[in-house]
């Protein structure tokens, strides 16, 4: 048989005589039932799997206890082999199944089990060898036990050696992939919550800018993108980032997407302070609400994962307002807006055109044919603030399934900044109740929000002694400010919440790097097709 000629026969599946064909140049193993010789077109029943969605093959022991059962009766002495697979279930889950193919010619059984081997030999983009870190401590404390019971046995099956890591103390994991070699790895996974994929992403991005000799506190540095790709097994308290970005928190699912060799580019913000890196952001970067959230329970961490709740409540509660001025450049490059409607999803033809247009406007810039960053139009929002969120991805979780921004894309190189403005607490209320259903939850007179690539903050309070930023932006802001009356108790400032970390300067500098990162992920499926259960 050449390489791309189709291998068709006639299987067993169950107690079912089957027609089973492979045809390598769609990449597709097609088995429907045959009962004769006149049988051998697919119908309405026939069942498929992509060869790309292959786990597995095993040659299987028809002698076994299954042989006793009567299955293999209508064939003698059988000879059979089981493809170990992906099937799709409700609500984005995958899950590995099985299906046998026995036949009574040992030569052909043989035949079909290295045709398709050498189909998954083919699959260059799946990993061979990865490093695994297990944070033993987050969330319920399952990451452990979720690793050896449900992706351990997987990782196994799919031929995948793995180099395991329990981490010990908090930045653990970054500290390790600083000292070791990571060139032999083909991708890092981390086991926990986003505190645990934050923890994996820094070490990642760090140790990927010292070797290319970039320096990560510059505001305006190109950050190189890292050739090794990250998994997340969840097992935290949210998971959103696996969640906005694989559509369910399920260890099985993310693991089979890892085996498979998806790959997802995801943007990443880059937050600075007077020069000096703070952290890197995926997720929700929040100031007012969610900061003062996140700083009241850490001081609540013996209540476990109900602090959340409480010191939710309690915030909401005192209802504070911030005074300050947000800056921002539009992303002009971008393919939609934050209220379209359009979420983010697997194929995004947003984040690749984005991308391109990204791509167009800074080779524009560089060799001068448009207008540089020195002379873009940054706009500027002055007054008081519930909230300012900035999400570069919908942030959706099991509490908000469409998240804070539910439009907002993975990989198109911008971030959804959202002003809340200072309001009465039923409106903010309204507001809040939105992220838990189908409704625009930007759609009030005291809501904005943008699509942005870059922004500032400084807080009213400390303008003038925390001027750290880029001066240039400064002088180049047009003010659109508004005058609304007070409702609510206004105290100096907040902190920002950088993906569930504190962070305690109030006047910021933030990036938006585009697909910097890149996830063993697809991106949630639209429309997962029906699976054949056979």
Not at 165 to 179: C, G, R
Not at 465 to 486: M, N, Q, T, V
């Amino acid at each position: 048989m050449g390489a791309a000629e189709p291998l068709r026969s006639v299987l067993w599946v169950k107690r079912q005589r089957c027609a089973v064909s492979l045809e390598p140049a769609r990449g597709l193993l097609r088995w429907w039932p045959s009962p004769g010789p006149g049988a051998s077109v697919p119908g309405a029943d026939a069942c498929s799997v992509p060869v790309s969605e292959i786990v597995a093959i095993e040659e299987t022991d028809s002698h076994g206890k299954d042989s006793s059962g009567g299955k293999w009766q209508k064939i003698e002495n059988p000879h059979a082999f089981t493809v170990h697979r992906v099937r799709r279930a409700r609500r984005h889950r995958w899950k590995c199944a099985q299906v046998t193919f026995c036949c009574a010619d040992e030569q052909l059984c043989h035949l079909w089990l290295q045709t398709l081997r050498e189909q998954l030999e083919k699959l260059t983009s799946r990993p061979k060898h990865l490093l695994v870190f297990i944070n033993p401590f987050g969330g319920k404390g399952q990451g452990k036990r979720i690793y050896e019971r449900k992706v351990a046995p997987l990782f196994t099956l799919a031929s995948i050696t793995t180099e395991i890591i329990v981490t010990e103390h908090a930045n653990h994991a970054k500290e390790s992939m600083y000292e070791m070699n990571l060139d032999k790895y083909d991708g890092i996974v981390c086991v926990g919550g986003d505190g645990m994929f934050s923890e994996v992403l820094h070490g990642l991005i760090g140790r990927t800018q010292r070797s290319a000799g970039v320096d990560p506190n510059q505001p305006r540095a190109a950050l190189v993108p890292s050739p090794l790709r990250i998994g997340i097994i969840p097992a935290g308290s949210t998971d959103c980032v696996c969640y906005s970005t694989v559509g369910i928190n399920d260890a099985e699912t993310s693991a089979l997407h890892i085996i498979v060799g998806d790959s997802l580019p995801m943007d990443v913000s880059s937050v600075h302070h007077s020069g000096a890196l703070l952290r890197y952001s995926v997720s929700l970067l929040g100031y007012g609400f969610y900061g003062d959230i996140i700083k009241d329970s850490e001081k609540k961490r013996w209540m476990g994962l109900i602090r959340y709740d409480f010191s939710g409540l309690k915030t909401f509660l005192s209802h504070h307002c911030y005074e300050g001025t947000v800056s921002f450049l539009p992303a002009q490059h971008t393919v939609g807006s934050p209220r379209d409607r359009k979420p983010c999803r697997a194929g995004c033809f947003v984040c690749r055109q984005s991308r391109q247009q990204l791509e167009e406007e800074q080779k524009r810039s560089l060799y001068g044919l448009e207008n540089t960053e020195e002379v873009e139009e940054w706009q500027a929002v002055c007054g008081e603030f519930l909230a300012i969120n900035a999400t570069n991805m919908s942030c959706a979780c099991p509490r908000s399934p469409t998240g804070l921004s539910p439009a907002a894309h993975l990989g198109d190189g911008s971030s959804d900044l959202i002003l809340i403005r200072k309001c009465s607490r039923f409106n903010f209320l309204r507001f809040l109740v939105r992220h838990t259903n189908q409704h625009d939850q930007f759609d009030f007179a005291f809501v904005e929000v943008y699509r942005i690539k870059k922004f500032q903050f400084v807080s009213k309070h400390v303008e003038d002694d925390d001027s750290g930023l880029s001066e240039p932006g400064k002088k180049r802001f047009g003010h659109i400010c508004s005058h609304h009356p007070s409702c609510c108790c206004a105290v100096s400032r907040s902190s920002w919440n950088c993906d569930g970390e504190i962070l305690n300067s109030s006047a910021i500098e933030v990036r938006v790097h585009c697909q910097l990162v890149r996830l063993f992920a697809r991106g949630i499926e639209e429309n997962p097709k029906q699976e054949c259960l056979g």
